[in-house]
């Protein structure tokens, strides 16, 4: 089963999209690009407080058991 992690590694501020972007086999260029993209429909608020939250409670991939 695959878990959802933060790869910091990868990553450019969390590591939240890449690690999102290895659980859904998708780049994550692809996935930061929907980001920035949502963020700017949604004024910015919604997202960014999604992201910060995620941040905290999302492991990282060197916290996760193996």
Same mark, same amino acid.
């Given at each position: 089963m695959k878990r959802i992690y933060r790869d910091e590694r990868q990553g450019r501020i969390a590591g939240i999209? $890449? +690690? /999102? +972007?290895? *659980? *859904?086999? =998708? $780049?994550?260029? =692809?996935?930061? /690009? $929907? *980001?920035?993209?949502l963020c700017v429909v949604t004024a910015f608020v919604p997202l960014t407080v999604t992201y910060l939250v995620g941040w905290v409670l999302i492991p990282e991939k060197s916290d996760l058991p193996r």
């Amino acid at each position: 089963m695959k878990r959802i992690y933060r790869d910091e590694r990868q990553g450019r501020i969390a590591g939240i999209c $890449a +690690g /999102l +972007g290895e *659980l *859904l086999d =998708i $780049a994550p260029t =692809i996935i930061r /690009l $929907a *980001l920035v993209f949502l963020c700017v429909v949604t004024a910015f608020v919604p997202l960014t407080v999604t992201y910060l939250v995620g941040w905290v409670l999302i492991p990282e991939k060197s916290d996760l058991p193996r």
